[in-house]
């Protein structure tokens, strides 16, 4: 299985401010048709996963400029260039390149 | 608008055999390109992918639950079924499926991630 290792465990921001998560995989998720196959995903408390990002930098459908992703390979980050209070909570990233796909761990975004 | 929620059972016994429905809207599991996976929580834990069902009817499932899991789909009553045998403490969790879909631009095709989920449906594991 591909490992999705994430940090900081825990993040504390403030309004306004930008925020970045790091994520690095065991192996290169770069796939032969030039897209990196890695999702992120906003789990708000009490609520389902929300796709933020698909393919490593394309912003999911209603998701705010705001969030950025970007890298290549094994390593990549999600930005938040602005935080808003209402983007606390549980951010994953997660490999879609084989499966069984696998997330990491979660950074806690605490605002 | 696509929609998914799940249903089943919020107990089950060890040992037991879990049976849990995505029952969904606003797409079909015939069209090229729809998948519906599905996904577990534990309590205070990180998310978990269990298993894929796409609409060729190819079915992934996680390694280490592979013996225990099986998915099925129903087109005609759009629902994909998750069963889960033996049943233990250690699968006590909220459990989710998920929309995802491969765009075709005419020579790749592209996973645009799990887009659209169902509100989960918590299960408890216990005697």
């Known amino acids: 299985d591909i490992v999705m290792t994430q940090s900081p465990l825990s993040l504390p921001v403030t309004p306004g401010e930008p925020a970045s998560i790091s994520c690095r995989s065991s192996?290169?998720?770069?796939?032969?048709?030039?897209?990196?196959?890695v999702d992120w995903y906003l789990q708000k408390p009490g609520q389902s996963p929300q796709l933020l990002i698909y393919l490593g930098s394309n912003r999911a459908s209603g998701v705010p400029d705001r969030f950025s992703g970007s890298g290549s390979g094994s390593d990549f980050t999600l930005k938040i260039s602005r935080v808003e209070t209402e983007d606390a909570g549980l951010y994953y990233c997660?490999?879609?390149?084989?499966?069984?796909?696998?997330f990491g761990g979660g950074t806690k975004v605490e605002i | 608008q696509i929609t998914l929620k799940e249903s089943g059972p919020a107990l089950v016994k060890p040992t037991q055999t879990l049976t849990l429905t995505c029952t969904f809207s606003?797409?079909?599991?015939?069209?090229?390109?729809?998948?519906v996976g599905w996904f577990r929580q534990p309590p205070g834990k990180a998310l978990e992918w269990l298993a894929l069902?796409?609409?060729?009817?190819?079915?992934r499932y996680s390694p280490s639950l592979v013996r225990r899991l099986t998915v099925t789909k129903d087109t005609s009553k759009n629902q994909v079924v998750l069963t889960m045998t033996d049943m233990g403490p250690l699968d006590t969790g909220t459990y989710f499926c998920?929309?995802?879909?491969?765009?075709?631009?005419?020579?790749?095709?592209?996973?645009?991630?799990?887009?659209?989920w169902g509100q989960g449906t918590p299960v408890t594991v216990s005697s």
């Open positions: 606003g797409f079909s599991l015939t069209t090229n390109g729809v998948n």
């Open positions: 998920a929309h995802r879909f491969f765009f075709h631009d005419g020579t790749t095709s592209y996973p645009m991630g799990y887009d659209i």
């Open positions: 997660m490999q879609g390149l084989q499966t069984p796909h696998t």
């Open positions: 069902i796409y609409w060729d009817d190819d079915e």
């Open positions: 192996r290169s998720l770069l796939h032969s048709n030039g897209h990196n196959y």
